[in-house]
């Protein structure tokens, strides 16, 4: 995610964004056929024959509109993307606290027994957190586990498909072993497994987000439509406004393109690309919060490399 600046208006409009970098090619291609098109519209007496710019500006109407929607969709995505990671963060310290005020001692010498086990649970919250942020991401979680995951646990979850699931499934079976000891009172077993439920509705939704984009169909469409008329623009514009029609088009396609990209960026808010949401500085800071609450030591906090959290 990118960490916005303080920056003047001017250093915003001429610096600011990240689409042109993936536009450029085509803007400056669309930018060259309007060129080549006013050109032969004035040497070419074949090809000089005028278009009203009618069509373009319904089409235009029209197309504007469809990617306004598709943005908004786009976006919707993206927030309760972040809204989910949200939730998370909240879910994660409510754990932590019912864990170190909820779990009692029946016997003078169950104290420390457990000390180590809400120790224990925490550090599978921890581990749950970072394992979700991989799976969301497709990459790899064993290092990060080996070191987060109390001992043997990481045997136990390394081998599943969907390993946040399995430590979920560990952490409600640790807190059925706790009820067993009587380490919890009946009244509250339901309060700690909320809290599992509720984790378990975050992943869920995430998946949900993750393997459902916007309709293929939909995103082709939207890129034909796009790409047809930025090439016809000139056609239509040319009879009108004569040589500045390089230049509008160069504006009108930059504009349209631009748009185009920016939704398809931010569809899947968990990737890698720079709008995406900061889930590495989201978890991290999960751990954090969590190691100070059983008084333990904290890792750094993720910092921005020039200017993007990952």
Excluded at 153 to 168: C, H, M, Q, T
Excluded at 209 to 219: E, F, L, N, R, W
Aim: charged share 20%; proline share 6%.
């Amino acid at each position: 995610m990118w960490v916005e600046r303080k920056s003047s208006w001017v250093g915003t409009v001429l610096f600011g964004g990240f689409a042109l970098p993936r536009i450029w090619r085509r803007v400056l291609a669309v930018a060259l056929i309007s060129v080549v098109v006013t050109i032969l519209h004035r040497e070419v007496d074949v090809l000089h024959y005028p278009i009203t710019p009618v069509p373009f500006t319904l089409i235009g109407l029209a197309l504007s509109i469809f990617l306004g929607f598709r943005n908004s969709a786009a976006y919707d995505r993206f927030w309760e993307g972040r809204k989910l990671w949200g939730a998370l963060v909240n879910t994660s310290r409510s754990f932590t606290r019912q864990a170190l005020t909820l779990l009692e001692p029946q016997e003078p010498g169950d104290a420390e027994e457990i000390d180590a086990f809400v120790r224990r649970l925490v550090h599978m919250l921890i581990g749950y957190v970072h394992a979700l942020r991989h799976h969301l991401r497709d990459s790899d979680p064993g290092e990060m586990l080996q070191e987060t995951l109390p001992p043997g646990e990481y045997e136990r979850v390394s081998d599943e498909d969907n390993v946040p699931l399995a430590i979920l499934q560990r952490m409600g079976e640790m807190m059925a072993l706790a009820r067993r000891r009587n380490w919890v009172h009946p009244y509250h077993v339901t309060i700690f497994e909320q809290s599992l439920v509720s984790l378990t509705d975050i992943q869920g939704a995430c998946e949900r987000i993750k393997s459902t984009p916007i309709p293929y169909s939909y995103t082709v469409l939207m890129h034909r439509i796009v790409a047809g008329y930025c090439t016809l623009l000139p056609f239509g514009l040319d009879e009108t406004i004569g040589w500045a029609t390089p230049v509008v088009v160069l504006g009108i396609s930059y504009a349209f393109f631009g748009l185009d990209a920016i939704g398809q960026e931010i569809e899947q808010p968990f990737g890698l690309d720079i709008n995406d949401l900061s889930l590495h500085a989201i978890s991290t800071n999960i751990e954090r919060n969590l190691r100070r609450l059983i008084g333990e030591e904290q890792p750094p906090p993720v910092a921005a490399q020039k200017g993007i959290l990952t």
